[in-house]
């Protein structure tokens, strides 16, 4: 999935609604509709998402949701803890160079 991809189904996760409409994700990515629409229809065609009515999608395969906000969540930490690893190596740096 690229970029784009990950963005619209983290959008669907992040809803409290199993089925999530196309407004709502457009809402939340703050997007023009032709822009949801193209990677809708991407999404559709890998039969990640499925139409259940008009104007809402749901996920297609069975606890999709969860593992899509889990990885989110490892992600975040992951990149948090890389950011203080830096943080660590600058500073460690800093206090080297100024010995």
Known sequence: M???DKKFVLAMAQSSN???TIKEIREKLNQPSNFIANYRRRLLDD??????NYGEVAFTLPFFKEY???Q??????????KARIRITRVLALFIYSTN
């Open 72 to 81: 989110y969540r490892f992600e975040q930490e992951w990149t948090t803890k």
């Open 18 to 20: 199993e089925r999530v």
């Open 2 to 4: 690229s970029k784009q």
């Open 68 to 70: 899509i906000l889990q």
């Open 47 to 52: 039969e990640i998402i499925k139409a259940t």
